[in-house]
T-cell receptor, first 115, second 114 residues
């Protein structure tokens, strides 16, 4: 069963502020990374991805930064809105052998946006 | 159509029941996935199907039996489950299995085993 008292990392911000969510990944050979947003009662929703030959990628209000030296990924959300409140997962696509790839998710961060 | 649909949305079953979860996509994707997600935890991969063939089985107990009848459908047959199997079961699909393929997730089936 689950550990009692186990909590997600949390980030609480004011509406309009910028948010930064961090993620450490494990496999230095990972080539592809994705950020997902999961709202309560829903499946994960793709936000943005980045390949290992890049260190930055921008989308609408979101930026992903990749630091391969320290195996660190971050998601920046500009002008955070109440609708951004959700759990955010980073995920790395790992070669599990024989050209089979699997998505491995990080622990997740709960973002709460206060109006 | 750019979504993955899953039925039922909620399922309550006893340990002796047999039930099935269903997943459907009409995006022409050739890879489909089952994940299990416990509360406040990330999704964990269970199975991958590529071109209707089982590609990855993450050492899932045999009481979970996947089936891919065609390229649009993915089922998960459940039998003799345990209470600890209660979780959100997510289906996903992608263009192909492999690197750089974005996975699209369904809303999940919330399963409770009594």
């Amino acid at each position: 069963g689950e550990s009692v008292g186990l909590h997600l990392p949390t980030l609480s911000v004011q509406e309009g502020d910028n948010s930064i969510i961090n993620c450490a990944y494990s496999n230095s050979a990972s080539d592809y990374f994705i950020w997902y947003k999961q709202e309560s009662g829903k499946g994960p929703q793709f936000i943005i991805d980045i390949r290992s030959n890049m260190d930055k990628r921008q989308g609408q209000r979101v930026t992903v930064l990749l630091n391969k030296t320290v195996k660190h990924l971050s998601l920046q959300i500009a002008a955070t809105q109440p609708g951004d409140s959700a759990v955010y997962f980073c995920a790395e696509n790992i070669d599990s052998g024989g050209s089979n790839y699997k998505l491995t998710f990080g622990k997740g961060t709960l973002l709460t946006v206060n109006p | 159509d750019t979504e993955v649909t899953q039925t039922p949305k909620h399922l309550v079953m006893g340990m002796t029941n047999k039930k099935s979860l269903k997943c459907e996509q009409h995006m022409g994707h050739r890879a489909m996935y089952w994940y299990k997600q416990k509360a406040k935890k990330p999704p964990e991969l269970m199975f991958v199907y590529s071109y209707e063939k089982l590609s990855i089985n993450e050492s899932v107990p045999s009481r979970f039996s996947p089936e891919c009848p065609n390229s649009s459908l993915l089922n998960l047959h459940l039998h003799a489950l345990q209470p600890e199997d209660s979780a959100l079961y997510l289906c996903a699909s992608s263009q192909e299995e492999g690197l750089n393929n974005e996975q699209f997730f369904g809303p999940g089936t919330r399963l409770t085993v009594l």
